[in-house]
């Protein structure tokens, strides 16, 4: 069932195997943090539809020739995301599921941050702000080539607060690169705060439409407007797209939503099984047998 | 010294740049507002399509160039030297180092003879932070023909590479035949008193302390170390076991730079004495080229006082002086 879900060739997948993904998604990298002992699960718990809606329907990819010259780019500026981006290429196959328990562990190559040494990463990332400037770049080459290549690179909310993400949105709308496509993890919340007690962010759209940003926004965790919203961003030309996409950081997991403890800790054997069994509840396999 | 041509290591920056657009197709170059200044204006003119202004925005610069490497292409990244690698440090260190991309980074206007702009113009700096960083390559040309053929020699080169030039023109020591190999050292002039290990604008300063000191009856070797990473410690060792002194000469803080290096391999291998020249821990200020190098102790003047010192101490304990 799961090996059905098809991406580029055409339709999109069914809902309901998209939502059972992002729930086996969710358990494994919930898993794989208890495992590695540490990590950031707020944020990784969040992206999981974005990711989803990207590597099951949107990117054109091949998990069996990650380096395929006619592939999609994809950059996780917040590269502390990256329990969220290793889960989803372990599901997507490009490498074996097995080697998640490894993450954070000496000679692994899941680093604690975005390692391009993992099949499918383009790119190290983990000081933040600098994924946006690297996606115009790669989106300046496609463009100098005459390629159709595009290229998402998703940020977090926190990481806004970094100039550099200003620079590169600058660039981008002012070089009309509308084969990039921004996407922003709106879950309000960084590593010591809520973002509107630290540095508020608003009015965030029209921020990215100041700086020439063609501004989606939609619930991050709606599959299907997600899915719409990169539709939308493919056809829109002349200037770039930014998805401002509204999550619940820690989403899935009770004690975890908007909790800034929980950005950057893994949790312990309690609350690893209490995290689990509050996932079994929910678990939209029994959703769609009903 | 009877007088000599000078030329703008820049001049050899833009020249080869040319060079390059016109010899392959993959080569990009990127400015942040400094197309005239870093001379990169000769290729906007020619190849628009592959040169991109990207504005007073450094950070942003090194990431659209990792960007660009990332999908095959060339990126020359070219500003001051200040600019370019204090305040893009972390871009170089995490986006390109980290990742060992294929970006080329020059920084033009290194050094104290950026003169009258004075201490924030001035890098002093840049070589010690580049050299640190894993997978990066350091070049200090020491003229203009050696900064083109160094320009040329950085496109074919893998990795990361810095070039770190300086902004006045100076004198022409090499000849176009003269070989160039990136991490090949060159014996200028060989002598049997002490070695003279010098890079960048200081490389000429040296030659005329070498002429001055054989005048006197020294035999000063000279050696043109402009890559100072990765060093060749093979030229190293075998000049300096030749002579037991060392005197090492850069337009650079003393610490980390090039008379880092030479001494953390002689420390390591051929412990003996040595003396550096550059600028000693501090700022520079505003003042031309000419009247700066004298005020903070890089003429061949300088050189050749330290070579006289190691000489007259050689075979005695190494001297502990209070500076």
Same mark, same amino acid.
């Given at each position: 069932?799961?090996?059905?879900?098809?991406?580029?060739?055409?339709?999109?997948?069914?809902?309901?195997?998209?939502?059972l993904?992002?729930?086996?998604?969710?358990?494994?990298?919930?898993?794989?943090?208890?495992?590695?002992?540490?990590?950031?699960?707020g944020g990784?718990? @969040?992206?999981?539809?974005?990711?989803?809606?990207?590597?099951?329907?949107?990117?054109r990819h091949?998990?069996?020739?990650?380096?395929?010259?006619?592939?999609?780019?994809f950059?996780?500026?917040?590269?502390?995301?990256c329990?969220?981006?290793?889960?989803?290429?372990?599901?997507?196959?490009?490498?074996?599921?097995?080697?998640?328990?490894?993450?954070?562990?000496?000679?692994?190559?899941?680093?604690?941050?975005?390692y391009?040494?993992?099949?499918?990463?383009?790119?190290?990332?983990?000081?933040?702000?600098?994924?946006?400037?690297?996606?115009?770049?790669?989106?300046?080459?496609?463009r100098?080539?005459?390629?159709?290549?595009?290229?998402?690179?998703?940020?977090?909310?926190?990481?806004?607060?970094?100039?550099?993400?200003?620079?590169?949105?600058?660039?981008?709308?002012?070089?009309?690169?509308?084969?990039v496509?921004?996407?922003?993890?709106?879950?309000g919340?960084?590593?010591?705060?809520?973002?509107?007690?630290?540095?508020?962010?608003?009015?965030?759209?029209?921020?990215?439409?100041a700086?020439?940003?063609?501004?989606?926004?939609?619930?991050?965790?709606?599959?299907?407007?997600?899915?719409?919203?990169?539709?939308?961003?493919?056809?829109?030309?002349?200037?770039?797209?930014?998805?401002?996409?509204?999550?619940?950081?820690?989403?899935?997991? @009770?004690?975890?939503?908007?909790?800034?403890?929980?950005h950057?800790?893994?949790?312990?054997?309690?609350?690893?099984?209490?995290?689990?069994?509050?996932?079994?509840?929910?678990?939209?396999?029994?959703?769609?047998?009903a | 010294?009877?007088e000599v041509?000078?030329?703008?290591?820049?001049?050899?920056?833009?020249?080869?740049?040319?060079?390059?657009?016109?010899?392959?197709?993959?080569?990009?170059?990127?400015?942040?507002?400094?197309?005239?200044?870093?001379?990169?204006?000769?290729?906007?003119?020619?190849?628009p399509?592959?040169?991109?202004?990207?504005?007073?925005?450094?950070?942003?610069m090194?990431?659209?160039?990792?960007?660009?490497?990332?999908?095959?292409?060339? &990126?020359?990244?070219?500003?001051?030297?200040?600019?370019?690698?204090?305040?893009?440090?972390?871009?170089i260190?995490?986006?390109?180092?980290?990742?060992?991309?294929?970006?080329?980074?020059?920084?033009?206007?290194?050094?104290?003879?950026?003169? &009258?702009?004075?201490?924030?113009a001035?890098?002093?700096?840049?070589?010690?932070?580049?050299?640190?960083?894993?997978?990066?390559?350091?070049?200090?040309?020491?003229?203009?023909?050696?900064?083109?053929?160094?320009?040329?020699?950085?496109?074919?080169?893998?990795?990361?590479?810095?070039?770190?030039?300086?902004?006045?023109?100076?004198?022409?020591?090499?000849?176009?035949?003269?070989p160039?190999?990136?991490?090949?050292?060159?014996?200028?002039?060989?002598?049997?008193?002490?070695?003279?290990v010098?890079?960048?604008?200081m490389?000429?300063?040296?030659?005329h302390?070498?002429?001055?000191?054989?005048a006197?009856?020294?035999?000063?070797?000279?050696?043109?170390?402009?890559?100072?990473?990765?060093?060749?410690?093979?030229?190293i060792?075998?000049?300096?076991?030749?002579?037991?002194?060392?005197?090492?000469?850069?337009?650079?803080?003393?610490?980390?730079?090039?008379?880092?290096?030479?001494?953390?391999?002689?420390?390591?291998?051929?412990?003996?004495?040595?003396?550096?020249?550059?600028?000693?821990?501090?700022?520079?200020?505003?003042?031309?080229?000419?009247?700066?190098?004298?005020?903070y102790?890089?003429?061949?003047?300088?050189?050749?006082?330290?070579?006289?010192?190691?000489?007259?101490?050689?075979?005695r304990?190494?001297?502990?002086?209070?500076?």
């Amino acid at each position: 069932m799961a090996g059905d879900l098809g991406n580029t060739l055409g339709g999109r997948p069914g809902l309901a195997e998209l939502k059972l993904k992002a729930w086996e998604i969710r358990r494994d990298i919930l898993t794989m943090l208890h495992v590695a002992g540490s990590g950031h699960p707020g944020g990784s718990l @969040s992206e999981v539809e974005i990711l989803v809606t990207l590597y099951y329907y949107k990117l054109r990819h091949n998990p069996q020739n990650p380096g395929w010259e006619g592939r999609d780019r994809f950059i996780l500026s917040k590269g502390h995301g990256c329990a969220g981006l290793y889960t989803v290429l372990a599901h997507r196959g490009f490498f074996p599921k097995e080697e998640l328990s490894t993450f954070r562990k000496p000679g692994s190559r899941l680093q604690g941050h975005a390692y391009s040494g993992v099949p499918g990463v383009e790119v190290s990332t983990g000081s933040l702000g600098q994924g946006l400037s690297i996606a115009n770049g790669l989106a300046l080459a496609a463009r100098a080539d005459d390629r159709d290549t595009r290229v998402y690179c998703l940020i977090g909310d926190g990481e806004m607060d970094e100039g550099q993400i200003w620079e590169a949105s600058m660039t981008a709308g002012f070089r009309q690169l509308d084969n990039v496509c921004g996407i922003v993890d709106r879950n309000g919340i960084q590593q010591d705060s809520f973002t509107h007690l630290i540095k508020d962010l608003e009015p965030l759209d029209r921020k990215w439409a100041a700086c020439g940003w063609n501004v989606l926004e939609v619930d991050g965790h709606d599959l299907d407007a997600l899915m719409d919203a990169f539709d939308t961003a493919a056809v829109v030309k002349g200037r770039p797209t930014v998805v401002i996409a509204r999550t619940v950081k820690g989403k899935g997991v @009770s004690f975890m939503e908007n909790q800034p403890e929980w950005h950057g800790r893994a949790p312990n054997r309690q609350e690893l099984e209490q995290a689990l069994a509050e996932l079994e509840r929910a678990c939209p396999r029994s959703e769609g047998d009903a | 010294m009877p007088e000599v041509k000078k030329a703008s290591l820049r001049d050899g920056l833009g020249q080869g740049l040319l060079e390059l657009g016109r010899s392959r197709s993959d080569v990009f170059v990127l400015t942040g507002d400094l197309a005239e200044s870093t001379r990169t204006h000769l290729f906007e003119r020619e190849f628009p399509e592959r040169f991109l202004n990207m504005g007073i925005a450094e950070q942003d610069m090194l990431g659209t160039a990792v960007g660009l490497s990332l999908a095959g292409k060339v &990126p020359f990244v070219c500003s001051f030297s200040c600019f370019i690698c204090s305040r893009g440090y972390d871009q170089i260190r995490v986006s390109i180092c980290y990742n060992n991309q294929n970006v080329k980074i020059v920084g033009t206007h290194g050094g104290i003879t950026t003169g &009258p702009d004075g201490a924030t113009a001035q890098s002093l700096e840049d070589i010690a932070i580049m050299r640190a960083l894993p997978n990066m390559t350091v070049i200090v040309p020491g003229d203009a023909i050696e900064t083109r053929k160094a320009t040329v020699a950085a496109a074919s080169f893998p990795g990361p590479v810095f070039i770190r030039l300086g902004r006045p023109p100076v004198p022409v020591i090499s000849a176009e035949e003269d070989p160039f190999e990136i991490g090949k050292a060159r014996v200028l002039r060989t002598g049997q008193d002490v070695t003279l290990v010098a890079c960048g604008i200081m490389v000429s300063e040296t030659l005329h302390a070498a002429e001055e000191l054989a005048a006197e009856g020294i035999g000063a070797g000279v050696v043109n170390m402009h890559t100072i990473k990765p060093l060749d410690e093979g030229t190293i060792l075998k000049t300096a076991r030749s002579t037991g002194a060392v005197v090492t000469a850069e337009e650079h803080q003393v610490h980390g730079g090039l008379g880092g290096a030479v001494a953390e391999t002689l420390a390591r291998k051929y412990p003996c004495h040595i003396e550096m020249v550059a600028v000693n821990d501090t700022f520079g200020e505003s003042g031309e080229p000419e009247e700066l190098k004298e005020r903070y102790g890089l003429t061949w003047r300088h050189i050749r006082e330290r070579a006289l010192r190691l000489v007259r101490n050689k075979g005695r304990p190494h001297p502990i002086r209070p500076d």
